[in-house]
Structures are given as structure tokens and as C-alpha cells.
T-cell receptor, first 110, second 116 residues
Framework: QKEVEQNSGPLSVPEGAIASLNCTYSDRGSQSFFWYRQYSGKSPELIMFIYSNGDKEDGRFTAQLNKASQYVSLLIRDSQPSDSATYLCAVYNYGQNFVFGPGTRLSVLP | GAGVSQSPRYKVAKRGQDVALRCDPI?????LFWYQQALGQGPEFLTY????????KSGLPSDRFFAERPEGSVSTLKIQRTQQEDSAVYLC??????????????FGEGSRLTVL
């Protein structure tokens, strides 16, 4: 059974701080890793994806991947109240399906 | 269409009733996924199509659930004899192609099913 685990939260951070979201996965064959943001009552939308070990930066977002530790994280710098949402980690193995974690609720306090 | 379209957006069914949920993916997208999302949970995989072929249906919770994509575009998820535990949002997502680097899933707005 392939599993993706996340802390459910809520994770509360003050406005302007760095939010750190973590995810672990069980399938060592996983090749692609995604972070989706889901606002309440809305469908998930892609924030970032990462394939290679190391860091990938896109604006205020940085994804970090460590395949040896089966760990992927998302850092949000200068957090804004509009970042308050549930963040879903998803793992993909080519030719198979996307497995999602339970999501971490982030609350950015003004 | 410009995005993934799902209908109906909301469905209330009496226990035992059959329901059909429709998904119209982005034109040209080869892969189509169905997920079930309960309140406060992450999306749970139901089934996956590549064109018209259903490659994985391991996530369908029972034989009351059936999905099809006969012409490789529109897909229908059918739930027979609905039960209260079927109440959830059913998300459809499509993806462009087959290459290992292709990964972005585009989600529809979901169909919220409430079984009374």
C-alpha cells in the first residue's frame, strides 16, 4: 500500500513568517512530487512540482526533495493571509496513479 | 473547453438511488483520474484512464462503483444503490500525456454528493 503522510495541522504562522510543510512517502520508486493548494470548498491547484533531489524555487515557494529519506517539503516565505489553505502533497510513479496525502491546513495570522 | 468540467456540481440522493457523475476533461488530455474526497481529508484515488482504457480501478470501494470513458474523452462515474458513506466530493482530473515528466493534474470543481 503506497502511502503519503503529512501532519494534518493546523499549522499557524504569523504574517511575514516562513511556513514549512512536510511530507513523507513510502514508495521508493516514486518519481515526481507535487504540492497542491486547496482553498476551502475549491478544487486543488498546482503550486509546485519537483523531480530531482535538492531545492527548487519559484517566487515565495521552495520545494525540497530528499529521495534517500523519502521526504519532500514546501517552504513558503513571507507568508500572507491569502496563503491560508490546505496544502496537499502528491506523489507520482510513471504509469501509475497519483497518491495524495491527507493535507496540512495552514493558517497565516494577520 | 478551457478547463475540466464536472456535472452536476451538487447532487442529493436518497439511499439506494443510483447516481451518475460526468467529467469533461481538457481537450487532448490523455489521462483522466477520479478521486473521492471526504470532508477534511485528502483526495483518495478511485480509478484512472489512459484514453478509453481503464488502467487502474483498484481504488473503487465496491462493485457499486463503475466508471467508463468509452471514446477517450468524457468520463462517467456511476454509483449504484448509494449509501450514506458515499457522501463526498468526487473530483475528476486530467493530465496531458504519458511522459514521465508530465505530471500536472488539472482538477474540475468537483461533484458534491450527499446521500440521505
Amino acid at each position: 500500500q503506497k502511502e503519503v503522510e503529512q501532519n494534518s495541522g493546523p499549522l499557524s504562522v504569523p504574517e511575514g513568517a516562513i511556513a514549512s510543510l512536510n511530507c513523507t512517502y513510502s514508495d521508493r520508486g516514486s518519481q515526481s512530487f507535487f504540492w497542491y493548494r486547496q482553498y476551502s470548498g475549491k478544487s486543488p491547484e498546482l503550486i509546485m512540482f519537483i523531480y530531482s533531489n535538492g531545492d527548487k524555487e519559484d517566487g515565495r515557494f521552495t520545494a525540497q526533495l530528499n529521495k534517500a529519506s523519502q521526504y519532500v517539503s514546501l517552504l513558503i516565505r513571507d507568508s500572507q493571509p491569502s496563503d491560508s489553505a490546505t496544502y496537499l502533497c502528491a506523489v507520482y510513479n510513471y504509469g501509475q496513479n497519483f497518491v495524495f496525502g491527507p493535507g496540512t491546513r495552514l493558517s497565516v495570522l494577520p | 473547453g478551457a478547463g475540466v468540467s464536472q456535472s452536476p456540481r451538487y447532487k442529493v440522493a436518497k439511499r439506494g438511488q443510483d447516481v451518475a457523475l460526468r467529467c469533461d476533461p481538457i481537450s487532448g488530455h490523455v489521462s483522466l483520474f477520479w478521486y473521492q474526497q471526504a470532508l477534511g481529508q485528502g483526495p483518495e484515488f478511485l480509478t484512472y484512464f489512459q484514453n478509453e482504457a481503464q488502467l487502474d480501478k483498484s481504488g473503487l470501494p465496491s462493485d457499486r462503483f463503475f466508471a467508463e470513458r468509452p471514446e477517450g474523452s468524457v468520463s462517467t462515474l456511476k454509483i449504484q444503490r448509494t449509501q450514506q458513506e458515499d457522501s463526498a466530493v468526487y473530483l475528476c482530473a486530467s493530465s496531458l500525456g504519458l511522459a514521465a515528466n508530465t505530471g500536472e493534474l488539472f482538477f474540475g470543481e468537483g461533484s458534491r454528493l450527499t446521500v440521505l
